[in-house]
T-cell receptor, first 115, second 113 residues
Framework: GDSVTQMEGPVTLSEEAFLTINCTYT??????LFWYVQYPGEGLQLLLKATKADDKGSNKGFEATYRKETTSFHLEKGSVQVSDSAVYFCALDGRGETSGSRLTFGEGTQLTVNP | GAGVSQSPRYKVAKRGQDVALRCDPI?????LFWYQQALGQGPEFLTYFQNEAQLDKSGLPSDRFFAERPEGSVSTLKIQRTQQEDSAVYLC???????????FGPGTRLTVT
């Protein structure tokens, strides 16, 4: 079945540091890939998405490129801010014939950015 | 516009009690999903509706879990005879027809004592 593996966390960075959170996946077919963010005390929010190979999703300075050859969708940001502190989830939508758009999530990576 | 809302936000149940969790999706969204998120883990799929039809319930962990969406809008997740292992945050998400994007509610945190 489908699965998503994220780098083990938590991750602690200083403000303005470069961020990479690794994500690899296993899926049959041609999944769509997502990064969701969960800020403290809030619900899951879609951060960015990519629906086919070589697509790059971007939002709020974050980027991720859909790499079919390495089955990866790593999240990057060039300069993190304290306000980026949150839990980040990588997810895929396997587009099953009967299951619609069910999302399969990774375990989540806690990011803390210190001033 | 209004997002996905869930109620109650917090629920404490004694072991063996039945609970009902409500989800109000975004108006007009055809698809509705329930997920279970254990502490420190990613959400796990429970069940999926397209309008009032439950198309996939393969993620429901036992026959104590039951979900319905009788008029294709509001959905209720019911857990009978709650157990401690049911303690989790239950998330509801909705999605418009043909979209890849799911919009999540704030979740209901269920604690079974």
């Amino acid at each position: 079945g489908d699965s998503v593996t994220q780098m083990e966390g938590p991750v602690t960075l200083s403000e303005e540091a470069f961020l990479t959170i690794n994500c690899t996946y296993t899926a049959t077919g041609y999944p769509s890939l997502f990064w969701y963010v969960q800020y403290p005390g809030e619900g899951l929010q879609l951060l960015l998405k990519a629906t086919k190979a070589d697509d790059k999703g971007s939002n709020k300075g974050f980027e991720a490129t859909y790499r079919k050859e390495t089955t990866s969708f790593h999240l990057e940001k060039g300069s993190v801010q304290v306000s980026d502190s949150a839990v980040y989830f990588c997810a895929l939508d396997g587009r099953g014939e009967t299951s619609g758009s069910r999302l399969t999530f990774g375990e989540g990576t806690q990011l803390t950015v210190n001033p | 516009g209004a997002g996905v809302s869930q109620s109650p936000r917090y629920k404490v149940a004694k072991r063996g009690q039945d609970v009902a969790l409500r989800c109000d999706p975004i108006s007009g969204h055809v698809s509705l999903f329930w997920y279970q998120q254990a502490l420190g883990q990613g959400p796990e799929f429970l069940t999926y509706f397209q309008n009032e039809a439950q198309l996939d319930k393969s993620g429901l962990p036992s026959d104590r879990f039951f979900a319905e969406r009788p008029e294709g809008s509001v959905s209720t997740l019911k857990i009978q005879r709650t157990q401690q292992e049911d303690s989790a945050v239950y998330l509801c998400a909705s999605s418009p027809w043909g979209s890849y994007e799911q919009y999540f509610g704030p979740g209901t945190r269920l604690t079974v004592t």
